[in-house]
Nanobody, 124 residues
Framework: VQLVESGGGSVQAGGSLTLSCRVSGFSFSRYFMGWLRQVPGQEREGIATIDPAGITGYPDSLQGRFTTSKDNAKNTLYLRMDNLKPEDTAMYYC???????????????????WGPGTQVTVSP
């Protein structure tokens, strides 16, 4: 199982970025996918999930600014981030699991497989 994120970088507040996650080594279309982020010293936070049927989920705190999607033909997961804020600065991780992610809240999700992450920095 391999997941590799790309598309991170620096952007000014109010701007947009789209992250990509190319996967290999498993049946992408059958897996539960998603994104998490982490700031050093803070809790890891789940920010988007998408199931094999394409049904998505997001924490209310994002206020609809992030959208995840996938292209099964390309084995690629995407995260579109709009109206970015300085507090969105974090390392962003793509993750996957064979089933629904374990965890009772967006702060306790524990998917089985992770990518190495891509840094997103939002300046004021």
């Amino acid at each position: 199982v391999q997941l590799v994120e790309s598309g991170g970088g620096s952007v000014q507040a109010g701007g947009s970025l789209t992250l990509s996650c190319r996967v290999s080594g498993f049946s992408f279309s059958r897996y539960f996918m998603g994104w998490l982020r982490q700031v050093p010293g803070q809790e890891r936070e789940g920010i988007a999930t998408i199931d094999p049927a394409g049904i998505t989920g997001y924490p209310d705190s994002l206020q609809g600014r992030f959208t995840t999607s996938k292209d099964n033909a390309k084995n690629t997961l995407y995260l579109r981030m709009d109206n970015l804020k300085p507090e969105d600065t974090a390392m962003y991780y793509c993750a996957a699991d064979e089933g629904p992610w374990n965890g009772s809240s967006w702060l306790t999700l524990q998917p089985g497989y992770w990518g190495p992450g891509t840094q997103v920095t939002v300046s004021p």
